[in-house]
């Protein structure tokens, strides 16, 4: 893993050429999450465990599709400040994500298609930005009150 950043409210993990991306993301975001007292540590008061569980699942869901669709993640960049959590996801794939449309009843409890839907229900907002070589994919959560984001 690669804490960058790790002294303040921005924190980089680099993931290209690595394996097992899903669980080190988590994993990265779990310790980030607990250095800013979104999940307790024995030691924090102010905490907030299930905003903290859906950024977890928001960040699996955001760094599979990066494997799935992105021609892989290539890192993952948390920024905190006492207002939101930013998390982008940058791949080498240009194009933007494509929300599957609806599904009828009956197909709605197959696998796969249901990551944006989620991102679009727990997220404050999010979107994605492409470039020549790949896109950048993010999303922001309020900050929970009572815990101790940095300071920007």
């Known amino acids: 893993m690669d804490p960058r950043g790790s002294t303040d ?22 310790e980030a999450l607990i250095a800013w007292c979104w999940l307790p540590d024995g030691e924090s008061a102010g905490s907030d465990p299930e905003a903290a569980e859906d950024v977890l699942l928001l960040v699996s869901e955001v760094v599979a599709n990066a494997c799935l ?15 939101r959590l930013r998390v982008e996801v940058t791949d080498g794939n ?26 679009e229900r727990l997220a404050r907002g999010w979107g994605s930005e492409s470039g020549a070589d790949g896109k950048s994919v993010w999303f922001e959560v309020p900050c929970p009150p009572g815990v101790c984001a940095p300071a920007g």
């Open 69 to 83: 669709h992105g021609r892989g993640p290539r890192a993952l960049v948390l920024d905190c400040s006492p207002e």
């Open 94 to 119: 240009p194009a933007p994500p494509v929300r599957i449309p609806d599904r009828g009843p009956d197909e709605r409890a197959q696998p796969g298609g249901h990551g944006l839907l989620i991102l």
């Open 9 to 30: 409210g921005t924190r980089r993990l680099t993931l290209a050429g690595t394996t097992n991306v899903v669980s080190r993301s988590r994993d990265f975001t779990r």
